[in-house]
C-alpha cells in the first residue's frame, strides 16, 4: 500500500471506530432514560429493564428523539402523570453526557 493508500484505511477505521463508539452512547443513553421513565411509571426491576429495552427499540425504528418522546410521553400520559416535555428532552441530554461517561470508561 501506498502513504495515502495507508492514511485512507486508517481514516476509515477511525471513522467505523467513532460511529460505533457513537451507536454504543446513544443505546446505553435510551436504557438510562427507559429506566429513569420506568421508575416513573412505579414499574417493578424486571419490568423496568424491558421497558428500558422497549425504548431503545423504538429509537431504532425512527431517527431522532421525537419518536422516543411521543412514546414516554403517551405512557406518562396513560398513567394520568404530568408530562413536561421540556424537562424530558434535558434529562435525554444529562444522560447523553452520562451515557458517554460510562462507555468511554468501559
Not at 9 to 21: I, K, P, S
Not at 50 to 67: C, F, L, N, P, T
Not at 85 to 98: A, F, I, P, V
Request: aromatic share 4%; hydrophobic share 40%.
Amino acid at each position: 500500500m501506498t502513504g495515502f493508500e495507508d492514511r485512507l484505511q486508517g481514516e476509515l477505521a477511525r471513522f467505523h471506530h467513532d460511529q460505533e463508539v457513537a451507536f454504543r452512547i446513544r443505546l446505553r443513553r435510551d436504557k438510562l432514560f427507559g429506566l429513569k421513565i420506568a421508575k416513573l411509571l412505579g414499574l417493578g426491576d424486571a419490568e423496568a429493564a424491558d421497558y428500558a429495552k422497549e425504548i431503545v427499540v423504538v429509537d431504532m425504528s425512527e431517527a431522532g428523539d421525537d419518536v422516543i418522546l411521543r412514546k414516554v410521553t403517551s405512557d406518562l400520559e396513560a398513567k394520568g402523570l404530568p408530562v413536561d416535555l421540556e424537562g424530558l428532552k434535558r434529562d435525554l441530554t444529562k444522560l447523553q453526557k452520562e451515557a458517554h461517561d460510562q462507555v468511554m470508561h468501559e
